[in-house]
């Protein structure tokens, strides 16, 4: 995200004739991301999509035909990034833009995503820039209504390649993919160009995905497998309940070698440990949620019962409660990843469409990383 943040620089930048599209930030606060520091009373030119030059206030000249905006005693940074969403309503890409997050990965994609994502980019409908799988790829049974469920390799192959036509960013894998179709969906992907993200299918295991090529991994899905031991007495299994609460009984010495092997391979990680937080809440904390303000920007459908979601319901209240003893060895695994080297993206996949950003930012400050 600091890409963009020029130099300051001593002299002006000559911007030849004076152009109409041209925004001056006056006065503004600029915050830096790539250090802790925040340069005071700057003045930004943007030229259409482009920041054309940063510096002190006192030496800017802004052409006479360009928008001013007073922006003293406030704070310019980049757009966030979430990682990973799911838009389920075109109403969710204003909350996004109003919190301040400019680009979203959508893990579950469908033709209005397709639809959207290209009315953002043609400049005709306000949101942020979209990059989007296609519909999950899951095996038999799948997960949840909805997924493509492929059984033979050949059918990974024709997927991929409909996907890849119908113009989708990235294939998204889920947990009951055969080890055949996994494979072969790898390949062509990696054939069409086009990267693989997504849960580690129980078939298919942590090292080989680490190994194969997926591009990145949700929920730090696999490790859990990898990190209780045989004689602990909650053993990760199918069930989200099952791995949920086998984070409390990880061999914590176990944390190194899979942190060099992740960085290793070069997968990143996406932890979405504010879902935790959110969604496996203990009950008395789900109840006060339940009644937060922001509700009411997200729509009828932001709030729901936790009873009619299928793959929570075989979590009892104490369950819930029990999940969130393994919340700090999860936060104490994403920092030995980022140690180790192991690359790391923020995203929440939360129904709090833009506004939970801010929590699983907070979660990575909790685990030892710097604001």
């Given at each position: ?15 030849g004739?004076?152009d ?5 930030f ?8 790539d250090?802790?520091?925040i340069?005071a009373?700057?003045?930004v030119?943007?030229?259409?999509d ?5 510096g002190?206030a ?11 905006i ?8 980049p757009?966030f990034a ?14 996004y ?7 979203v990965?959508?893990?579950?994609g469908?033709?209005?995503v ?7 980019r043609a400049?005709?409908l306000?949101?942020?820039?979209i ?8 095996g ?9 469920v492929?059984?033979?390799a050949?059918?990974g ?10 113009g ?7 947990n009951?993919?055969?080890?055949a179709?996994?494979?072969?969906i790898?390949?062509?992907?990696r ?15 942590l ?19 990898e ?11 199918a069930?989200?309940?099952?791995r949920?609460l086998?984070?409390a ?9 899979l ?13 979405t ?13 789900w ?12 729509g009828?459908?932001a709030?729901f019962?936790r009873?009619?979601?299928p793959?929570?319901r075989?979590f009892a ?5 029990q999940?969130?003893?393994g919340?700090?060895f999860q936060?104490q695994?994403?920092?030995?990843l980022?140690?180790?080297?192991a690359?790391?993206l923020?995203?929440?996949d939360?129904?709090l469409q ?9 979660q ?6 710097t604001p």
């Amino acid at each position: 995200m600091n890409g963009w943040l020029l130099p300051v620089l001593p002299v002006l930048l000559q911007f030849g004739r004076p152009d109409a599209r041209l925004t001056a930030f006056v006065g503004v606060h600029v915050v830096r991301t790539d250090t802790a520091a925040i340069l005071a009373n700057q003045t930004v030119l943007v030229d259409g999509d482009r920041i054309r030059w940063v510096g002190p206030a006192r030496q800017a000249s802004i052409p006479a035909t360009a928008r001013r905006i007073d922006a003293r005693g406030r704070y310019l940074l980049p757009g966030f990034a979430d990682m990973h969403v799911h838009l389920g309503d075109r109403r969710d890409l204003l909350t996004y833009i109003a919190n301040g997050i400019t680009t979203v990965r959508v893990m579950s994609g469908s033709p209005a995503v397709l639809a959207w994502r290209d009315s953002v980019r043609a400049g005709e409908l306000t949101g942020p820039r979209i990059i989007t799988a296609g519909p999950i790829l899951d095996g038999d049974p799948p997960s949840q209504p909805g997924m493509v469920v492929l059984r033979e390799a050949r059918e990974g192959r024709d997927e991929v390649e409909r996907q890849v036509r119908a113009g989708y960013d990235f294939i998204k894998v889920y947990n009951s993919l055969p080890r055949a179709v996994y494979d072969t969906i790898l390949a062509a992907a990696r054939r069409a160009g086009v990267p693989v993200a997504g849960h580690v299918p129980f078939a298919v295991g942590l090292f080989n995905a680490l190994r194969g090529g997926q591009r990145s991994i949700e929920h730090l899905r696999g490790y859990i497998s990898e990190l209780v031991p045989s004689d602990a007495p909650v053993q990760p299994q199918a069930s989200l309940k099952s791995r949920s609460l086998a984070w409390a009984y990880v061999d914590t010495s176990r944390f190194d070698r899979l942190a060099r092997e992740t960085a290793a391979s070069g997968v990143w990680n996406v932890p979405t440990l504010a879902v935790t937080q959110e969604l496996l809440a203990p009950p008395e904390r789900w109840d006060a949620m339940d009644r937060r303000g922001v509700y009411r920007y997200l729509g009828p459908d932001a709030t729901f019962d936790r009873a009619t979601v299928p793959w929570l319901r075989d979590f009892a209240p104490d369950d819930y409660r029990q999940v969130q003893l393994g919340v700090e060895f999860q936060r104490q695994f994403v920092l030995r990843l980022h140690r180790a080297g192991a690359p790391l993206l923020a995203g929440t996949d939360t129904n709090l469409q833009g506004y939970a950003l801010f929590d699983e930012l907070q979660q990575f400050v909790a685990a030892g990383f710097t604001p």
